[in-house]
């Protein structure tokens, strides 16, 4: 049976977490929350800001959002918008994840094929291409004190790992 709780937005959520550390822009050990065994990672869906604010208070993160679009005649292949929205009290530090995050996802079929080669064996998806939409100046964050925020919007497409016979997810 197919597990439909795991979507590709989580692969391009553990690409980017893993060259953020590559990059040394991010460190684990500022993440473990006080009772928390393991770290929390920092790029995050945004119901959850404000149990990273209390847990983690005045660290950088980053949340994203997902938008699928419309399947087409070519229903086996997927195309989702991702927005990160990186949060931080450092205009320099905001500035350099939106330059790496452009980096990383504005390729398109280079960029796919760095982030296949970058999944976990067990993912039931293969990408196709990433482009930048849009990467947006820092701006002041309107209600939280000194943060500021930068967005990064990515196109990718991707397909799915299907049954040859009903061409229902695996």
């Known amino acids: 049976m197919a597990d439909y709780t795991y979507v590709a937005a989580y692969d391009v959520r553990n690409v980017l977490w893993q060259e953020l550390q590559d990059a040394e822009l991010f460190d684990i050990n500022d993440y ?5 065994p393991e770290p929390i990672l920092p790029i995050i869906p945004s119901q959850q800001v404000p149990e ?3 847990l983690l208070p005045g660290k950088t993160y980053i949340v994203y959002d997902i938008l699928q679009k419309n399947y ?14 990186i ?3 450092s205009h320099p530090e ?5 330059n790496l995050i ?3 996802f504005r390729r398109y079929d280079t960029s796919a094929g760095e982030v296949n080669l970058k999944l976990d064996p067990s993912s039931p998806y293969i990408f196709h291409y990433f482009k930048l939409i849009s990467a947006d100046p820092v701006q002041s964050f309107q209600t939280e004190g000194s943060f500021m925020t930068g967005v990064v919007t990515i ?9 040859p016979v009903t061409g229902r997810y695996l």
Do not use: K, P
């Open 32 to 36: 473990y929350a006080d009772g928390f």
């Open 155 to 163: 196109d990718y497409s991707y397909s799915r790992d299907l049954d």
């Open 102 to 104: 452009t980096d990383v």
């Open 72 to 85: 087409g005649v070519q229903w086996w292949m997927s195309q989702e918008t991702i927005t990160f929205e």
């Open 87 to 89: 949060t931080s009290t």
């Open 52 to 54: 990273i604010n209390n």
């Open 94 to 98: 905001i500035q350099t994840i939106v």
